[in-house]
């Protein structure tokens, strides 16, 4: 599957070892121009190869205009895009990416709480400094696997040893999430980002603490529903004029490709937020780690890489 995408060319100007199985690349324009601007929660596309592109949380600071920098974990039973980036890009190469986009905007509230697990303390960073620019009151909490394991854990803790707390789980065991909340004001805003196992035990803790305003980012998509059916239905695009049926054994984004609409998108997992669209009448099968609960139920956009329709019939702003 081609990927669709608004694509610009940047020149990797810095590949620097972070902690083990982390490293940190910074991206430039060749013709020395400003980068494009973005704001904390944000990732960019890499592209690797024609088919293949992967998100990266933007973890520098928004304020500077001269380069782009992400952080990638080394992962050995992945799909083989972090090993790409540790293996064989080197500072000088050129890179096809894409975005700024942000499907994890940070809004400054009087008392916030960041969770981060592993290489999730990347989009973090850039929160961090925000909420401080906004005088807010607020904590991380950092997990990881080994403290050599978890990158940037001593400059911060150097920068905010009262507002920091490192727990790799060799020393302290599993993230005490309930102890986390149990300390907040009630209307703390929770902004967490880590692997699946963090991210559900996370959102199980704030179910019972409605109060909680609680902001997840999945760097991988949510497991498909066991009871999830993949039937046929219609799609009428609304401004085409024009309507199609999407077969049991292929994805919406795939029917619209194949009758010929030039749609954007990017990840084909429903993660990174490229191939929204609005919903005109229908109700959406979600399908997608992007959208919150509250967003899915109003029903008004979906992500069409992943998700279905639970009606016979669905119209798109398309």
Request: proline share 5%; charged share 25%.
């Amino acid at each position: 599957m081609t990927i669709s995408t608004e694509l610009r060319k940047l020149r990797v100007i810095g590949k620097d070892v972070l902690a083990d199985g982390v490293v940190a690349i910074r991206l430039a324009d060749p013709d020395g121009g400003p980068v494009p601007g973005w704001d904390p929660g944000s990732h960019i596309d890499i592209v690797i190869d024609e088919s293949t592109v992967r998100q990266y949380s933007l973890c520098g600071d928004a304020d500077d205009r001269t380069c782009l920098t992400i952080a990638v974990l080394r992962e050995e039973n992945g799909r083989g895009g972090s090993k790409w980036v540790h293996d064989s890009l080197q500072a000088g190469d050129l890179v096809c990416v894409g975005g700024p986009r942000n499907n994890f905007r940070f809004k400054p509230a009087p008392s916030c709480l960041f969770v981060a697990g592993g290489i999730g303390i990347t989009p973090l960073l850039p929160m961090l400094r925000a909420a401080d620019a906004a005088g807010s009151d607020w904590r991380l909490l950092y997990g990881g696997r080994t403290r050599n394991s978890m990158a940037f854990a001593d400059d911060l803790v150097a920068r905010h040893p009262d507002r920091v707390d490192i727990r790799p789980q060799d020393e302290f065991g599993i993230l005490d999430l309930a102890a986390a909340l149990d300390a907040q004001d009630a209307d703390t805003a929770v902004y967490c980002c880590g692997p699946e196992p963090l991210l559900q035990a996370i959102e199980d803790e704030c179910h019972d603490r409605p109060r909680i305003d609680l902001h997840v980012e999945r760097f991988a998509a949510k497991e498909r529903p066991a009871d999830a059916v993949d039937g046929t239905f219609e799609v009428e695009l609304a401004r085409a004029g024009t309507s199609l049926t999407v077969d049991a054994n292929e994805s919406l984004l795939d029917a619209l490709l194949r009758s010929g609409m030039d749609v954007p998108f990017s990840c084909g997992e429903g993660i990174c937020g490229t191939c929204e669209v609005t919903v005109v009448e229908g109700v959406p099968d979600h399908r997608d780690s992007v959208l919150t609960e509250d967003e899915q139920a109003a029903n008004d956009s979906m992500m069409i890489c992943v998700s279905r329709s639970c009606t016979a019939k669905i119209v798109l702003d398309l």
